[in-house]
């Protein structure tokens, strides 16, 4: 069996040229696959196994706390072998031809809670950075916009008076997205005691947020700015640009507003990307539930 094995690991990296890594994965699942054909089911060859041998194998490996990338990777590996020995007519049959494939788990976003948030925006600091930082964040929570949107927007897509932002998203896809007061405000702050303070070297820089030097924001230092507040204000949470993406989401289900103008805003194309934050809302619900509930 280690001989056939062997055989299909030197097919993978000779004729297919396949990464050290991805051969090293491949013989970690099948090596782990074949001891426990010869352990458990005591074969001494392939021709022996059936369709059952490879779901029993794949039970013992999800019974261990395997993810389900990981028993979708490993039944990767086992078709593709599979198939090699047919093709070298080891075995007559593919054992593994009806094994179903596992669903991707959906994993639920990082959020904060709304107090997490008033502590994330309670900057005091007058200095021209931190006024940029406050507008950048209340921004950020009040449209949900991606960071990449975020630090593109130029000064001509506000509309302060009107109340809303005019976002260039995926594939160049338009959307205006309304604004609240506390971010309007914090916009408006920046724009008269801070922005000019900062492009005084480059006067000429149209984009919303700078850097010290004036300059257009990246996306990096976006990253830092958002680490070193939720430091200062003493949140222990990892919090990203994409937790006030998911956080904006999903307070804004949790007080009631319709699906489809939270797709709207988030610019999703499909809106199965934006129910996953009815996931959120549900799993919540039901933690409050278990924490108060006399009974639960």
């Known amino acids: 069996m280690q001989d056939a094995l062997e055989d299909f690991l030197h097919h993978l990296r000779i004729e297919r040229g396949l990464a050290e890594n991805t051969l090293i994965s491949y013989r970690r699942d099948l090596q782990k696959y074949m001891q426990y ?49 047919i093709r070298d007519q080891l075995v007559q049959h593919d054992a593994s031809m009806y094994i ?20 994330l925006l309670d900057i005091k600091e007058r200095t021209p950075l ?3 930082n406050k507008a950048m964040l209340e921004l950020l929570y ?19 008076t009107m109340g809303f932002v005019r976002c260039l998203g995926k594939g160049n ?80 289900l949790e007080n009631g507003a319709d699906l489809r103008a939270v797709q709207e805003m988030l610019g999703h194309s499909d809106i199965s990307t934006t129910q996953i934050y009815t996931h959120i809302t549900k799993t919540r619900l039901k933690d409050m539930y278990d924490q108060f509930h006399p009974r639960a």
């Open 100 to 119: 179903e494939t596992p669903k991707p788990e959906r994993l639920l976003p990082s959020i904060i809670s709304s107090e997490e948030v008033d502590k």
């Open 173 to 252: 896809k338009e959307r205006i997205i309304p604004l609240g007061d506390m971010a309007k405000i914090a916009l408006e702050d920046y724009l008269q005691h801070a922005r000019n303070l900062l492009i005084k070297k480059n006067n000429t820089e149209t984009v919303l947020f700078v850097n010290h030097h004036g300059r257009s924001l990246s996306r990096q230092g976006f990253w830092k700015i958002i680490k070193a507040v939720t430091l200062e204000a003493g949140l222990t949470k990892e919090i990203t640009p994409h937790t006030l993406r998911h956080s904006f989401a999903t307070h804004l």
């Open 130 to 132: 931190a006024l940029r």
């Open 37 to 85: 054909l010869i352990k458990e089911k005591e074969f001494n060859k392939w021709l022996d196994v059936q369709r059952y041998d490879i779901v029993a194998f794949l039970h013992v490996i999800k019974e261990s706390g395997k993810s389900t990338a990981t028993i979708s990777r490993t039944i990767s590996s086992i078709r593709s072998f599979h198939q090699f020995l």
């Open 142 to 160: 009040a449209t949900g916009l991606r960071v990449t949107e975020l630090v593109t927007l130029k000064v001509s897509d506000l509309h302060l």
